[in-house]
Each structure stands twice: as C-alpha cells, then as structure tokens.
C-alpha cells in the first residue's frame, strides 16, 4: 500500500462560522482572517494505491459551480485534483473508487463535473465506484433546513443516477472495519448523520483521514466546534473519545481543511488534548 496527499484546491470560509462560539480574539491565532472574516480552507483529499486499487478519498469543490457560488468561498491557489494525480503518475481515470466523508459541496464537488458541451453532469472518475452509507445519503437527499445549502443535488443525484453508487455496511459500533475498502472507519454524528473518519494502517501507524471531525489544528481543544455542525455537543463527546484515543495511541492525523498544516499529532496536557507537533506527508513517510 502507497498512500499520496492530493491536493485538489483551497477556498475561504467565515471563521465565527468555523468556531462557533470560540471568541475571534482567541482563534485567530491559530487561523488568521482577512478583511471579510474569512480563514484558509484547504481541500486536501488522499490517495490508496493498494494492489489494483486506487481509492480517492474525497474530491474537493469540483469546478462545475457558477461564480456566484465561487465568489462566496473564494477559491485560491494552483492546486487541482488532476495536477496532483499527475505528480505521482496517474490520471482521474485510474481511480477505482472514490469515498465519500460526506456529501457536503466540498467533499463531494469535485466527484461530478459536465460534459464537453455542458448539456449533462456526469461523473468525474467514470471507472470509478463511488462509497457512502445509506444513513448519511438518506440525510443528504431529504435534508433539513440547516443543511439544505450544503448538500447540493447537482453533486448527489448524478451519483446515484449513473449506477456507480455503493454503500459501505453500517454495524453497531461507532468503529468498523469496512473489508470492502481495506480500512477502519470511525462513524461521527454531530457534523451531520454518519460522517465517516477513514482510520488507514500505514508503515505501521495509524493514519487518520480527520475530515469534519477535526477541520484545523486550531479547533482541537473540545469545545472549538463548527457552527455549521449540526449537533455541537455530541460532536464534543465525539471529539473527546476519539482524541483520547488518538493521544494514546500516537494516531497520525490527516488534516483535510487545514490549509497550512497537512499531518499532527495530539497529546494530554493538563488542560486537555493539545497539539503535540505538526508535520509535512514526507517528513514522515518519506524521509
């Protein structure tokens, strides 16, 4: 197995939006914002080379939108998806299979794109089989007011529409070993209904695709938490568990949205879990 850091873009968010009730005085420490309040997010998405298959996990924005959807989110950068395959060898036809966190717009953009004559969206990997839970699809295609302008039906539809959608098994636990993809997921409700954290045995350690989960370095103290999440004080419960766990048994964290920081680690402090050290992909797996 192979693993491959795609970045597939950077956009801008709120940050009072990303912190919830955390004061500005507080989190622009770690995340500094421009002159309309906004933050760095990055969209960085992983790649599993494992035997035939290659599995993209998340695909960013995507480019399908029209400029006033971009205009609110502010793209910027040179990152893409393609440019990214291209470093290491491979084209979006390769992928095998593309697994979805969730189905938030960027999470799930980037998986549908439009034709050459821009008449009808197709898929974005045609060979590939795209991954989410019949809990969490069922939410995004039925969804509640607070969510209805992130789970975009341009980037759901399609997906079922072209026959290529597969959902992974759901068990009792929040942690379960998916055999259809070869790794854990850990399943967390307080973003949105059955968000799934990719837990990834790698070089003998644990890789943790954090997704929602842990958007920044700066939201790891607990009570950081989203105002875009749909139920704050599980998402803290959630936090607390998996954070302690991953202090314990010194996960490597796959940071998606941190803009600046691509892998940390998390330790116990006195006042709780902190940032233990930041690190580049290659400082760690390909030094």
Request: glycine content about 8%; proline content about 5%.
């Amino acid at each position: 197995m192979t693993l491959y850091p795609i970045e597939s873009g950077n956009f801008m968010l709120d940050g009072g939006a990303m912190f919830g009730v955390v004061p500005k005085a507080i989190w622009q420490r770690t995340n500094p914002a421009d002159a309309t309040n906004k933050i760095d997010i990055g969209m960085r998405c992983l790649l599993i080379e494992d035997g035939d298959r290659l599995i993209l996990i998340d695909t960013g924005l995507g480019d399908k939108q029209d400029d006033k959807f971009f205009s609110h989110v502010s793209p910027w950068g040179d990152f893409t998806t393609d440019l990214s395959l291209a470093k290491y060898g491979f084209h979006r036809d390769d992928i095998t299979d593309v697994f979805l966190t969730h189905l938030h717009f960027d999470h799930v953009g980037g998986a549908i794109q439009w034709n050459k004559d821009r008449t009808f969206l197709e898929p974005a990997f045609k060979n590939a089989t795209f991954w989410s839970n019949a809990n969490h699809w069922q939410w995004a295609t039925e969804p509640n007011p607070r969510e209805k302008a992130s789970f975009l039906t341009e980037n759901i539809n399609p997906i079922q529409e072209s026959g290529q959608l597969k959902f992974v098994s759901i068990s009792g636990n929040q942690k379960a070993q998916t055999s259809e993809l070869g790794f854990g997921i850990f399943f967390a409700d307080g973003h949105t209904e059955k968000q799934m954290i990719p837990m990834i045995q790698y070089k003998g350690k644990t890789v943790v695709f954090m997704a929602d989960l842990l958007p920044t370095i700066g939201h790891i103290p607990l009570p950081y938490i989203m105002g875009y999440d749909t139920r704050p004080l599980l998402t803290m419960s959630e936090k607390e568990l998996f954070l302690n766990e991953a202090a314990k048994n010194e996960y490597i964290l796959f940071m998606q949205h941190d803009a600046h920081n691509e892998l940390c680690t998390v330790q116990q402090t006195g006042k709780g879990i902190r940032l233990k050290e930041t690190y580049t992909f290659n400082q760690i797996f390909n030094s």
